[in-house]
């Protein structure tokens, strides 16, 4: 059984930094591919970052391209996501999710993913 817990969220000002952690039970980070989703209150769950074959391949959302960014530690069987010039509109629930299955690259849709963490809350202040 995949399981997946992530740590890391804070509130913070915005330009700040922080890294959330994703720690996978059950499955290899050197696997497939693993991704960061986040979600604000009302609006539907966002994929910004994703990566593939122990991060050789990555890819961002538009919204945190050059402002954040994946990485995996294997010895560790973690996932990082390290997000800096925090802002406010990055406030939200943020997920980190596995997949067992390849679909077309960049795979950032909520649909290629089957196994999901309970989420860790960011929030920017102005």
């Given at each position: 059984?995949?399981?997946?817990?992530?740590?890391?969220?804070?509130?913070?000002?915005?330009?700040?930094?922080?890294?959330?952690?994703?720690?996978?039970?059950?499955?290899?980070?050197?696997?497939?591919?693993?991704?960061?989703?986040?979600?604000?209150?009302?609006?539907?769950?966002?994929?910004?970052?994703?990566?593939?074959?122990?991060?050789?391949?990555?890819?961002?959302?538009?919204?945190?391209?050059?402002?954040?960014?994946?990485?995996?530690?294997?010895?560790?069987?973690?996932?990082?996501?390290?997000m800096n010039n925090?802002?406010?509109?990055?406030?939200?629930?943020?997920?980190?999710?596995?997949?067992?299955?390849?679909?077309?690259?960049?795979?950032?849709?909520?649909?290629?993913?089957?196994?999901?963490?309970?989420?860790?809350?960011?929030?920017?202040?102005?």
């Amino acid at each position: 059984q995949v399981q997946l817990a992530e740590s890391g969220g804070d509130s913070v000002q915005a330009g700040g930094s922080l890294r959330l952690s994703c720690v996978a039970s059950g499955y290899t980070v050197s696997g497939n591919s693993m991704a960061w989703f986040r979600q604000a209150p009302g609006k539907e769950r966002e994929g910004i970052a994703t990566l593939y074959h122990s991060g050789t391949m990555t890819f961002y959302a538009n919204s945190v391209r050059g402002r954040f960014s994946i990485s995996p530690d294997n010895a560790k069987n973690t996932v990082y996501l390290h997000m800096n010039n925090l802002k406010p509109e990055d406030t939200a629930m943020y997920y980190c999710a596995a997949s067992a299955e390849n679909y077309e690259w960049p795979m950032l849709l909520p649909q290629h993913y089957n196994s999901w963490g309970q989420g860790t809350q960011v929030t920017v202040s102005s």
